[in-house]
């Protein structure tokens, strides 16, 4: 990461000044100098990060309010070029590009996107295990990805439903409804994971009506996507801040 890299070597070089012009008279004494330049350094760095892809990342908004996914994914590939540069960029627009590739149905791009995303939000990993889910591939894979995102939104009861209805799908009842009870464990007072440990017990097929437009995302059972949540609005993060945009 050349934004660590340049601010350790900013730092090492402050407190060698500090040591070599008799600023201080020991050794040690030149390490409080050195950390306070590599942490000044670093934030300065991922502030021009963010003032560099800021209007990539608008630009692509603006693209997907009308319309132009591909575009968009033009845009968010351009960004790919300041990755070096803050230590978070790379997995969100590895996010933001393999969600949208999903919705186009190029399930191969959107793994491979998806493969080098981040955790979080959650739905990265499981945008990841439906298309694995859809390929019919490895279930192997496709749980892997379903557990992480379990794991990062555990507290969001519709990551348990997406895993679960997968795995229902393959005809793997009982390992879907170990999925929704591990759900409970986490929300105990979820009547949606209730409803649907039920059903799934009695062989019967989910509800999944309740979750709306986030369910449709992930495209699963007929539903149409619209762009998907991980899409809209980019995480914000320091150094990120982005203008409203107008309309």
């Known amino acids: ?10 730092g090492a070089a402050v407190g060698a000044v500090f040591r070599v012009a008799n600023l201080v008279h020991t050794l040690p004494g030149a390490i409080t100098p050195a950390v306070v330049a590599t942490l000044v ?15 990539v990342v608008e630009e692509a908004q603006r693209h997907l309010q009308g319309g132009r996914r591909e575009l968009a994914l033009k845009s968010l590939r351009s960004g790919l070029a300041y990755r070096y540069w803050h230590p978070m960029l790379e997995g969100q627009l590895r996010t933001q590009i393999g969600a949208l590739l ?18 979080r939000p959650w739905e990265a990993p499981a945008f990841l295990g439906c298309a694995h889910f859809k390929r019919k591939g490895d279930d192997g894979a496709m749980v892997k990805a379903f557990d992480k995102a379990v794991k ?17 799908a393959r005809g793997k ?13 986490k929300l105990p007072t979820e009547q949606r994971l209730k409803t649907n440990l039920e059903l799934v ?8 009506a309740p979750y709306g437009d986030r369910w449709s995302a992930f495209a699963l059972d007929g539903s149409v996507p619209g762009v998907p949540k991980a899409a809209r609005g980019f995480a914000q993060r320091p150094g990120f801040r982005q203008r ?4």
């Not at 670093?42 to 560099?52: E, I, P, S, T």
């Not at 999903?102 to 955790?119: H, M, P, R």
């Not at 939104?153 to 795995?167: N, P």
């Not at 409203?244 to 309309?247: A, E, L, N, Q």
């Open 244 to 247: 409203p945009i107008r309309r």
């Open 201 to 208: 017990q009695a062989g019967k097929k989910m509800k999944v």
């Open 102 to 119: 999903y919705a186009n149905g190029d399930l191969d791009g959107a793994i491979e996107e998806l493969s080098k995303a981040s955790s």
């Open 152 to 168: 990062s939104g555990a507290k969001d009861s519709l990551s348990w439903t997406v895993y679960a209805w997968c795995l229902a």
């Open 41 to 55: 350094a670093a934030v300065l760095l991922m502030r021009y990060a963010g003032k560099k892809i800021n209007p």
């Open 173 to 185: 009842k009982d390992e879907a409804a170990k999925v929704l009870q591990k759900g409970l464990e």
């Open 1 to 10: 990461m050349l934004t660590i890299l340049v601010a350790l070597l900013s």
